[in-house]
């Protein structure tokens, strides 16, 4: 089950993985995108595909749409918390609140809601893999991250608390905490400014989202006494959030 699967990581990780043959769930809050993504996926071959098209955001939703999956699609084996988004970049005395709710209502309460609700059905068969998208943003602050940061601070946090209590029942949890990606991430947190997204990787080879998904398959294919609890993952021009050496 990948969880934002309408574009970059999500989208790209439900691909590889229907590639190898998995039966996919995916999820989203754009209908026809979901459509797209499902006949795409179905293309790949003798695999089956279930379109959940939800908001992580609403607990009452997210509960919902779970508990009701048909019988033959809750044995979720790999889940993919990777809904979450940046919004603004602003100083905290300027930030707007709408923004810092849209970050912490999808990047930390959905990624909450969606574990609640999936985790028990791991939890039943002391069996799965739960992987958290992060970003270095959590392990870095910098200047007009702010709460950006913060969200993805409490993802590593989460998946940390996620591996202690999921320990006895068999369950891997893996953060994976990406650097500069070049998907639609910058686009949304500027609000569809085309050109101030494109200023955030200029002289950058950035990391794609098919970089991560070829990651996250890696670490679900390991043997299953193996865990790579945390990932972090840059361009070969970037050490860190701090630190990049552009070449312009």
Same mark, same amino acid.
């Given at each position: 089950?990948?969880?934002?699967?309408?574009?970059?990581?999500?989208?790209?990780?439900?691909?590889?993985f229907?590639?190898h043959?998995?039966?996919?769930? &995916?999820?989203?809050?754009?209908?026809?995108?979901?459509?797209?993504?499902?006949?795409?996926?179905?293309?790949?071959?003798? /695999?089956?595909?279930?379109?959940?098209?939800?908001?992580?955001?609403?607990?009452?939703?997210? @509960?919902?749409?779970?508990?009701?999956?048909?019988?033959?699609?809750?044995a979720?084996?790999?889940?993919?918390?990777? @809904?979450?988004?940046?919004?603004?970049?602003?100083?905290i005395?300027?930030?707007? &609140?709408?923004?810092?709710?849209?970050? &912490?209502?999808?990047?930390?309460?959905?990624?909450?809601?969606?574990?609640? @609700?999936?985790? +028990?059905l791991?939890?039943?068969?002391?069996?799965?893999?739960?992987?958290?998208?992060?970003?270095?943003a959590?392990?870095?602050?910098?200047?007009?991250?702010?709460v %950006?940061?913060?969200?993805?601070?409490?993802?590593?946090?989460?998946?940390?608390?996620?591996?202690?209590?999921?320990?006895?029942?068999? &369950?891997?949890?893996?953060?994976?905490? +990406?650097?500069?990606?070049?998907?639609?991430?910058?686009?949304?947190?500027?609000?569809?400014d085309?050109?101030?997204?494109?200023?955030?990787?200029?002289?950058i080879?950035?990391?794609?989202?098919?970089?991560?998904?070829?990651? /996250? %398959? %890696?670490?679900?294919?390991? +043997?299953?006494?193996?865990?790579?609890?945390?990932?972090?993952?840059? +361009?070969?021009?970037?050490?860190?959030?701090? %630190?990049?050496?552009?070449?312009?």
């Open positions: 089950m990948v969880t934002g699967a309408t574009a970059g990581f999500g989208k790209a990780i439900a691909m590889l229907a590639k043959g998995y039966n996919i769930i &995916i999820s989203g809050r754009r209908k026809e995108r979901l459509d797209a993504l499902e006949k795409e996926l179905l293309s790949f071959g003798k /695999i089956k595909v279930l379109s959940l098209n939800f908001d992580v955001r609403k607990q009452d939703e997210v @509960a919902s749409v779970i508990q009701n999956l048909p019988a033959e699609w809750k979720i084996d790999i889940l993919v918390n990777n @809904a979450g988004l940046a919004a603004g970049l602003g100083h005395d300027t930030g707007l &609140i709408d923004d810092w709710d849209r970050m &912490i209502d999808t990047n930390v309460k959905g990624l909450l809601y969606v574990t609640r @609700a999936v985790a +028990p791991m939890v039943a068969r002391n069996s799965g893999h739960i992987f958290n998208i992060g970003s270095i959590g392990l870095e602050a910098y200047e007009n991250g702010n %950006y940061c913060a969200t993805k601070s409490a993802v590593n946090s989460l998946s940390k608390s996620m591996r202690i209590d999921l320990l006895k029942n068999n &369950i891997k949890v893996t953060h994976i905490a +990406p650097g500069m990606a070049e998907t639609e991430f910058s686009l949304v947190r500027f609000n569809g085309d050109e101030k997204a494109k200023t955030v990787y200029k002289g080879d950035a990391l794609t989202a098919d970089d991560i998904a070829d990651a /996250i %398959y %890696y670490c679900a294919s390991l +043997p299953a006494h193996v865990c790579i609890n945390d990932l972090v993952i840059t +361009p070969v021009q970037q050490a860190s959030a701090y %630190y990049s050496n552009r070449k312009v």
